[in-house]
């Protein structure tokens, strides 16, 4: 993954990632709190790190410490949408998440 979106876009879903995304890797269905990365189709261009007005988007290395879970959150959803769906709600209940 070179790409993360956080917790900072739930619930905002600006899309203005989406907009600027050459290769159109990032995604979000109707009933989903936030967009999510492809990891396998992002090219590390960082455009949409810079598109999102919330500062939601992190390369995947500089992750901040208390958003972590959204690595694997963001990889799971094209997996499992609902498990991570299910992850995205339970770290905004609770702070954390238990996998």
């Given amino acids: 993954m070179t790409f993360v979106i956080t917790s900072a876009c739930v619930d905002v879903v600006d899309q203005s990632c989406i907009e600027v995304c050459p290769v159109d890797c990032i995604l979000v269905e109707d009933i989903d709190r936030m967009c999510?990365?492809?990891p396998n189709d992002c090219i590390?261009?960082?455009v949409c790190e810079a598109a999102c007005p919330v500062g939601a988007i992190f390369?995947?290395?500089?992750?901040p410490r208390e958003t972590q879970?959204?690595?694997?959150?963001n990889q799971l959803w094209f997996e499992d949408k609902t498990r991570a769906r299910a992850m995205v709600d339970q770290f905004m209940d609770d702070g954390a998440f238990n996998p």
């Fill in 44 to 46: 590390d261009c960082a």
């Fill in 36 to 38: 999510y990365i492809e």
């Fill in 69 to 73: 879970e959204f690595s694997l959150i």
């Fill in 59 to 63: 390369r995947d290395s500089d992750v």
